[in-house]
C-alpha cells in the first residue's frame, strides 16, 4: 500500500557530491518522521541522518557537515545531499518513512515504518 523508492545514487569520484531523493507513494494519511541508513560491505547497516515532520535532523557523526537531509512534505519525499565524498562512504543507502495510513472502511489509522529497496553509492578513490 505504501511504497518508498531511493534515486540519486551513482559512481562518484572522491570529493565529489551527489543528491539522493527518496518519494514516498500510496495510502498515506500522513508521514511522521524519515530517514537514510547505509549499509557498506561486510558492514551492518547504519544510520546517517534522520528529520521529523517539523524539520528538526540528526545525523551520525561520521557524516555530519558533509551530509544535508532535508524533506519536502507536500511531496512526501526526504533529500540527501552529500559532498565531499570519501571511498569509505560507499554503501547501499536505504530511506525509510514513519507512515501513518488510515482504513478507509474502519478510519482507524495505524503507523508503520517503510523502506525502500535502497541506492548504490559508490566513490572511486
Known amino acids: 500500500q505504501v511504497q518508498l523508492v531511493e534515486s540519486g545514487g551513482g559512481l562518484v569520484q572522491a570529493g565529489g557530491s551527489l543528491r539522493l531523493s527518496c518519494a514516498a507513494s500510496?495510502?498515506?494519511?500522513?508521514?511522521?518522521?524519515m530517514g537514510w541508513y547505509r549499509q557498506a560491505p561486510g558492514k551492518q547497516r547504519e544510520l546517517v541522518a534522520t528529520i521529523t515532520s517539523g524539520g528538526m535532523t540528526n545525523y551520525a557523526d561520521s557524516v555530519n557537515g558533509r551530509f544535508t537531509i532535508s524533506r519536502d512534505n507536500a511531496k512526501n519525499t526526504v533529500y540527501l545531499q552529500i559532498n565531499s565524498l570519501q571511498p569509505e562512504d560507499t554503501a547501499i543507502y536505504y530511506c525509510n518513512a514513519d507512515v501513518r495510513t488510515r482504513d478507509v472502511r474502519t478510519t482507524v489509522v495505524r503507523g508503520y515504518r517503510y523502506w525502500g529497496p535502497g541506492t548504490q553509492v559508490t566513490v572511486s578513490s
Open positions: 500510496g495510502s498515506i494519511f500522513s508521514i511522521d518522521g
